[in-house]
Nanobody, 122 residues
Framework: QVQLVESGGGLVQTGGSLRLSCAASGRTFGDYAMGWFRQAPGKEREHVSTITWTGSTTYYTDSVKGRFTISRDNAKNTVSLQMNSLKPEDTAVYYC???????????????WGQGTQVTVSS
């Protein structure tokens, strides 16, 4: 089992920045690829970003490329998502996820965090 706890969400104006963090506990953190997903009201959960086991490779959905940066610290068992130039359409609940499979640049989650709300006001 892997337990994931997100933090860092909040309310920000258009063009602002937020940094989400996810703390993992349980099994060996380095055994898992990590990712961030989001779900806006009335929409399906969508992939945002994935980072591989050592952090050597990262993937982003097109809508966040150049604005969001995913990173991980295997010594601290954390993964972060730096979000810059935020837009109202980035408003969603953001979920941290862990898994052993990455397909087509998208993590296949085996574990989920509880989510953190990000609201971008116009």
């Amino acid at each position: 089992q892997v337990q994931l706890v997100e933090s860092g969400g909040g309310l920000v104006q258009t063009g602002g920045s937020l940094r989400l963090s996810c703390a993992a506990s349980g099994r060996t953190f380095g055994d898992y690829a990590m990712g961030w997903f989001r779900q806006a009201p009335g929409k399906e959960r969508e992939h945002v970003s994935t980072i591989t086991w050592t952090g050597s490779t990262t993937y982003y959905t097109d809508s966040v490329k150049g604005r969001f940066t995913i990173s991980r610290d295997n010594a601290k068992n954390t993964v972060s998502l730096q979000m810059n130039s935020l837009k109202p359409e980035d408003t969603a609940v953001y979920y941290c996820a862990a898994g052993r499979t990455v397909t087509g640049g998208v993590l296949l989650p085996a574990y989920w965090g509880q989510g953190t709300q990000v609201t971008v006001s116009s």
